[in-house]
């Protein structure tokens, strides 16, 4: 399934920018970056559960926020885009 993950996390406090950094660190493990503070994630059922408990235990939820879009399995039928940033094929072949 695809996931797209975003996040919001408060830099301001005393520890925001470890939390903003273990968040980060959480999604590249899993997934893409598309934007700062968005990723396209192609999980299964067992890794999206993984990912979201990591996730919801290294936020503050009272400061911080961090959202999950379902996309199902067919995510070129539900994302355009356009501009400089071009989208990856997380199905494709991996240049290294």
């Known amino acids: ?23 980060s660190k959480l999604c590249c493990q899993y997934g893409q970056r598309v934007q700062y503070s ?9 890794q999206f559960v ?11 939820p009272l400061q911080d926020s961090i959202r999950f879009y379902n996309l199902g399995k067919n ?12 989208s990856y094929d997380p199905e494709g072949f991996l240049f290294i």
């Not at 975003?6 to 301001?12: E, H, R």
């Not at 968005?38 to 067992?46: K, M």
């Open 38 to 46: 968005v990723f396209e994630c192609l999980l299964e059922p067992a």
């Open 50 to 60: 993984e990912l979201k408990g990591q996730l919801l235990k290294a936020i503050d």
């Open 1 to 23: 399934m695809y996931v797209l993950v975003t996040y919001d996390v408060a830099g301001l406090d005393k520890g925001g920018a470890r939390r903003l950094r273990r968040v």
């Open 75 to 86: 995510r070129n039928a539900r994302v355009e885009e356009y501009g400089a940033k071009k």
